[in-house]
Nanobody
Framework: QVQLVESGGGLVQAGGPLRLSCAAP????????LGWFRQTPGQAREFVAA??????YYADSVKGRFTISRDNAKNTVHLQMSSLKPEDTAVYYCARSRSAAVVSRDGGYDYWGQGTQVTVSS
């Protein structure tokens, strides 16, 4: 069982930055793709960003504002968010891909964190 733990959520004013982190202890961390998703009440989980050996990928809604990165030595993945908007308010989840590749479907991920709340005030 792989347990992912997110941190870094909170309340931020519109236009401000916030950095989310996700710790994913366990062997072969670098062998898997990693992703960030978000969800608001009553809505389906939405792809935000992903990182794999082939590069980084972003949803159009966050492209140019969010940056995903990983530190394989520390088994962590980060999501640096800037120019935040009220519509970015959601619970953010990190997830481990089923393989080295990544997809934007949440079905492509087999382990998930518990989520961290991000609230952007206007």
């Amino acid at each position: 069982q792989v347990q992912l733990v997110e941190s870094g959520g909170g309340l931020v004013q519109a236009g401000g930055p916030l950095r989310l982190s996700c710790a994913a202890p366990g062997p072969a961390f670098s062998a898997y793709g990693l992703g960030w998703f978000r969800q608001t009440p009553g809505q389906a989980r939405e792809f935000v960003a992903a990182i794999s050996w082939s590069g980084t990928y972003y949803a159009d809604s966050v492209k140019g504002r969010f940056t995903i990165s990983r530190d394989n030595a520390k088994n962590t993945v980060h999501l640096q968010m800037s120019s935040l908007k009220p519509e970015d308010t959601a619970v953010y989840y990190c997830a481990r891909s089923r393989s080295a590749a990544v997809v934007s479907r949440d079905g492509g991920y087999d382990y998930w964190g518990q989520g961290t709340q991000v609230t952007v005030s206007s």
